[in-house]
T-cell receptor
């Protein structure tokens, strides 16, 4: 079975640009969460979606937005990129039968 | 003050040693406790999951939760060089809800 898949794996953007990151959850999982991990720190919660509805939002500016599609895949969008947005962006999925989150390999975003 | 505190290390031990990793937390609403292993430039991999207080063992790994002290631990027995990674503790208030992570402890096991 495929795990959580994220695309792209690496991305370089210029300050002020917009970026879209994509995530496909484990088959059967209906919840998707996004985390930002800055180098040397633990992941920080950004958003959680369940059944296409937002279930939680972390302490991130409105430049960050996300959505979940009918097939439970998800997109994370970041507008007006700042140098400080450079990080590993992680997607995690969980299902009703599980109480744990399973992470993808992440998208490494570099803003120059 | 951070909700979850974890000593970032780095921690370096010889092969075969017993490793103890710890986290403390301040939010008494946390009910679910996890340990993740993260290799360099990879996503976190779930190692152990525990609900409420108690111990859980899986092979060379043992997780302990003491809710009265707001303290969790991960023990690794007979450590191997392949255990070299960053270990992250994580917690949540409800099943499947947002995770709050510690900073991560970087572990190196020397052959």
């Amino acid at each position: 079975d495929a795990g959580v898949t994220q695309s792209p794996t690496h991305l370089i953007k210029t300050r002020g640009q917009h970026v879209t990151l994509r995530c496909s959850p484990i088959s059967g999982h209906k919840s998707v969460s996004w985390y930002q991990q800055v180098l040397g720190q633990g992941p920080q919660f950004i958003f959680q979606y369940y059944e296409k509805e937002e279930r939680g939002r972390g302490n991130f500016p409105d430049r960050f937005s996300a959505r979940q599609f009918p097939n439970y895949s998800s997109e994370l969008n970041v507008n007006a990129l700042l140098l400080g947005d450079s990080a590993l962006y992680l997607c995690a999925s969980s299902g009703r039968a599980t109480t744990s989150a399973f992470f993808g390999q992440g998208t490494r975003l570099t803003v120059v | 003050q951070k909700e979850v505190e974890q000593d970032p290390g780095p921690l370096s031990v010889p092969e075969g040693a017993i490793v103890s990793l710890n986290c403390t937390y301040s939010n008494s609403a946390f009910q679910y406790f996890m340990w993740y292993r993260q290799y360099s430039r990879k996503g976190p991999e779930l190692l152990m999951y525990t609900y409420s207080s108690g111990n859980k063992e899986d092979g060379r790994f043992t997780a302990q939760v003491d809710k009265s002290s707001k303290y969790i631990s991960l023990f690794i027995r007979d450590s191997q060089p392949s255990d070299s990674a960053t270990y992250l503790c994580a917690m949540s208030e409800a099943s499947g809800s947002r995770l709050t992570f510690g900073e991560g402890t970087q572990l190196t096991v020397n052959p």
